[in-house]
């Protein structure tokens, strides 16, 4: 999830990794391709099934672009729902609620990937009610703390079948790495993992920072061997590992952050859960009128 609150503009920009699509948010920069993930040997357990063959590199990526956005240009919508704890000497601690929804749209290059445009908007809410939070009551300092709005994007993302790269995080002087890992089959459920690591490198002057993401993408082979299907029904279940964020104003305790959320991915607006579209039009009213002129728009 994202913050857009930090002081450091580095921190803000890591952070549009974040889940569906995130992370996924999602959600993305990025500056380097990841490993290669689904292809080859390594790839065993992806089968083949009615000639779609996930250990096949262009079927890999085709199952990777319907599961986590689409294979036509239409606008790519998707939420997570879940929780954050704070992790001190190896015990958790519940801290607060989250839901974030990614917005993105995409188109098939010539060599075969896929350019993308994503943006996030997502909310900090109440552990207990769900209600969104304007403060917080930190636990670990008895510090009433402001709870930022969030909203990050949009930026250009490449999809290719190693990984998901993007050209701002190098430029904003972070380091970052990406891959998706070899398709996983049981029966007739899909599942693919990505991997996401974003940090400041060892020269970064300032506050150091981390944000660590691994989202679970499933779906069946029955709807990735469906051609008339340009994107299947996608569960999503995300697990992130973060530094404390700016606005719980942690200084230098040690610790971090562990996120645990799930979702999907939708197919229009009134899918999203009712408190995100009830908060989205109140807080976002752009987002909710036109979403796809915000992804036409520049760099956020």
């Not at 920072?209 to 051609?227: H, I, S």
Request: hydrophobic content about 35%; overall charge neutral.
């Amino acid at each position: 999830m994202t913050d857009t609150a930090s002081p450091q503009a580095s921190r803000r920009h890591a952070l549009s990794v974040g889940a569906l699509g995130f992370g996924a948010l999602s959600l993305g920069t990025a500056a380097l391709a990841g490993l290669g993930g689904g292809l080859g040997a390594g790839s065993a357990q992806a089968a083949t099934a009615k000639g779609f063959d996930l250990g096949n590199k262009a079927d890999f990526l085709t199952a990777i672009q319907k599961m986590r956005g689409a294979l036509d240009e239409r606008i790519c919508m998707g939420y997570v729902k879940g929780l954050y704890y704070g992790v001190v000497d190896a015990k958790i601690r519940p801290l607060y609620g989250v839901l974030g929804g990614t917005f993105s749209r995409y188109k098939k290059l010539p060599d075969g990937n896929f350019e993308g445009r994503t943006f996030e908007v997502a909310y900090f809410t109440d552990w207990n009610t769900g209600q969104l939070l304007e403060t917080f009551d930190n636990p670990y300092t008895g510090e009433k703390v402001t709870v930022p709005q969030t909203r990050m994007g949009p930026s250009t993302v490449l999809i290719t079948a190693e990984g998901v790269e993007a050209a701002g995080a190098a430029a904003r002087g972070l380091q970052f790495t990406h891959r998706f890992l070899p398709a996983r089959v049981v029966n007739n459920d899909v599942w693919i993992v990505e991997e996401t690591m974003v940090g400041t490198p060892p020269e970064f002057k300032g506050p150091r920072f981390a944000y660590n993401e691994v989202t679970t993408y499933q779906t069946t082979l029955t709807e990735l061997n469906d051609a008339k299907l340009k994107q299947t029904a996608t569960h999503v279940h995300f697990n992130g590992i973060v530094s404390w964020r700016p606005w719980l104003k942690m200084g230098d305790r040690p610790g971090h952050l562990l996120g645990n959320a799930t979702g999907r991915r939708l197919e229009k607006m009134t899918d999203y859960p009712k408190e995100y579209q009830e908060w989205t039009q109140k807080y976002h009213p752009d987002v909710w009128a036109d979403p796809g002129a915000i992804l036409s728009g520049k760099d956020g």
